[in-house]
């Protein structure tokens, strides 16, 4: 079924170039280093190293408490280096993938109203409204709109004019779609 955009619809053009989509997949990165999900993943890890620091201390006859931190350090460590390195290393990889793929380089046109999102590119053309969608993030970079919760589509804050940034903002507050 065709999406209907009612008056007033807004309609932006831009191209999806490496910059843009590193600002959404660093923003993207910073999102779920936040979210709930990603505490509470690590702190099952924290309690697991914990427990095994303890069994380890205890099966040694050693301090078990100093092989609890032991073990809870080095999980805290690794997480700020598997991270930071992920961080660092985004741009390079992002890069690499949007050089493998012309279809990175050819305009959108995203056009959305109170009825949803559409996008049209040389590629294709998607019309949602926005119940379909799962999620939505802003960021200085622009919009993540997010379709589950690793795939999402970009509008980059280049491509938006004074004053529809906060538009955009106020639609999607009002469709009542869940901010992530």
């Given at each position: 079924?065709?999406?209907?955009?009612?008056?007033?619809?807004?309609?932006?053009?831009?191209?999806?170039?490496?910059?843009?989509?590193?600002?959404?997949?660093?923003?993207?990165?910073?999102?779920?280093?936040?979210?709930?999900?990603?505490?509470?993943?690590?702190?099952?890890?924290?309690?697991?190293?914990?427990?095994?620091?303890?069994?380890?201390?205890?099966?040694?006859?050693?301090?078990p408490l100093w092989w609890m931190l032991v073990f809870a350090a080095e999980l805290v460590v690794l997480l700020l280096l598997i991270y930071g390195l992920l961080y660092l290393?985004?741009?390079?990889?992002?890069?690499?993938?949007?050089?493998?793929?012309?279809?990175?380089?050819?305009?959108?046109?995203?056009?959305?109203?109170?009825?949803?999102?559409?996008?049209?590119?040389?590629?294709?053309?998607?019309?949602?409204?926005?119940?379909?969608?799962?999620?939505?993030?802003?960021?200085?970079?622009?919009?993540?709109?997010?379709?589950?919760?690793?795939?999402?589509?970009?509008?980059?804050?280049?491509?938006?004019?004074?004053?529809?940034?906060?538009?955009?903002?106020?639609?999607?507050?009002?469709?009542?779609?869940?901010?992530?």
């Amino acid at each position: 079924m065709a999406l209907v955009h009612a008056e007033p619809a807004t309609t932006v053009t831009y191209v999806l170039d490496a910059d843009a989509q590193i600002a959404a997949a660093r923003a993207n990165l910073r999102r779920y280093l936040r979210s709930r999900r990603a505490w509470i993943r690590m702190g099952v890890g924290l309690l697991l190293m914990l427990a095994i620091g303890a069994v380890l201390g205890l099966a040694l006859g050693d301090d078990p408490l100093w092989w609890m931190l032991v073990f809870a350090a080095e999980l805290v460590v690794l997480l700020l280096l598997i991270y930071g390195l992920l961080y660092l290393f985004l741009p390079r990889r992002i890069r690499r993938l949007v050089s493998q793929s012309a279809i990175w380089q050819r305009p959108v046109e995203a056009t959305w109203s109170a009825a949803g999102m559409s996008a049209r590119s040389a590629h294709g053309e998607t019309e949602l409204a926005w119940s379909d969608y799962h999620g939505w993030h802003a960021a200085r970079s622009g919009f993540c709109l997010y379709f589950n919760d690793q795939q999402y589509q970009v509008i980059p804050s280049s491509a938006l004019a004074a004053g529809q940034a906060e538009a955009l903002r106020a639609i999607l507050e009002a469709s009542g779609l869940r901010r992530l």
